[in-house]
């Protein structure tokens, strides 16, 4: 008689008590937002078939694995290369490597500077791997030891010898 009364006691109250009442903090933070990695001071080599194509440093960045993206801030340089060699160099403030396809895209301040001394200045650039091309749809400036080139939109080769600018507002003399 006691047990069954014990038990008709105990029972309900562990019923009772097995209720999901805790409940994890909200934080506001979605995790699509939330990097899976993260570094600093970082160095990422772009190489195919055993060939360095591209060697980029940056201030800090963010790999999204879910979104297939990468994001660059606090400064980014990329070095391009040819048969071993540094053909140009890209830099900027802030970019964006897409995973999967790993073309870069650079924004703010962005200067291109190849071997022979021509200066490409702009306020975004891409790279497409698979081309190794470099191209813009932002206003442009082309400094050369020979002249400047001003225009909107551009497309050349990494090593910024062959190039194109679409609209040209100016071309000046030295």
């Given at each position: 008689?006691?047990?069954?009364?014990?038990?008709?006691?105990?029972?309900?109250?562990?019923?009772?008590?097995?209720?999901?009442?805790?409940?994890?903090?909200?934080?506001?933070?979605?995790?699509?937002?939330?990097?899976?990695?993260?570094?600093?001071?970082?160095?990422?080599?772009?190489?195919?078939?055993?060939?360095?194509?591209?060697?980029?440093?940056?201030?800090?960045?963010?790999?999204?694995?879910?979104?297939?993206?990468?994001?660059?801030?606090?400064?980014a340089v990329?070095d391009f290369?040819?048969?071993?060699?540094?053909?140009?160099?890209?830099?900027?403030?802030?970019?964006?490597?897409?995973?999967?396809?790993?073309?870069?895209?650079?924004?703010?301040?962005?200067?291109?500077?190849?071997?022979?001394?021509?200066?490409?200045?702009?306020?975004?650039?891409?790279?497409?791997?698979?081309?190794?091309?470099?191209?813009?749809?932002?206003?442009?400036?082309?400094?050369?030891?020979?002249?400047?080139?001003?225009?909107?939109?551009?497309?050349?080769?990494?090593?910024?010898?062959?190039?194109?600018?679409?609209?040209?507002?100016?071309?000046?003399?030295?």
């Open positions: 008689m006691r047990l069954i009364f014990l038990i008709l006691l105990v029972f309900p109250v562990l019923i009772i008590s097995c209720d999901n009442k805790f409940q994890p903090p909200a934080t506001g933070l979605k995790s699509d937002n939330i990097p899976d990695q993260e570094s600093w001071n970082a160095v990422v080599t772009f190489s195919d078939s055993g060939k360095v194509r591209a060697v980029l440093n940056a201030g800090h960045i963010q790999m999204f694995n879910l979104k297939n993206i990468t994001l660059i801030d606090s400064g990329v290369y040819r048969d071993g060699e540094i053909v140009s160099t890209l830099s900027g403030i802030r970019g964006k490597v897409h995973d999967d396809t790993k073309d870069i895209e650079i924004f703010d301040s962005v200067k291109v500077v190849n071997k022979e001394g021509s200066v490409l200045t702009t306020t975004k650039m891409y790279w497409t791997n698979k081309t190794q091309r470099v191209s813009s749809d932002a206003f442009v400036k082309i400094v050369t030891p020979k002249e400047e080139i001003e225009g909107y939109g551009f497309e050349s080769d990494q090593n910024l010898k062959n190039y194109n600018i679409f609209k040209v507002t100016g071309i000046f003399s030295k």
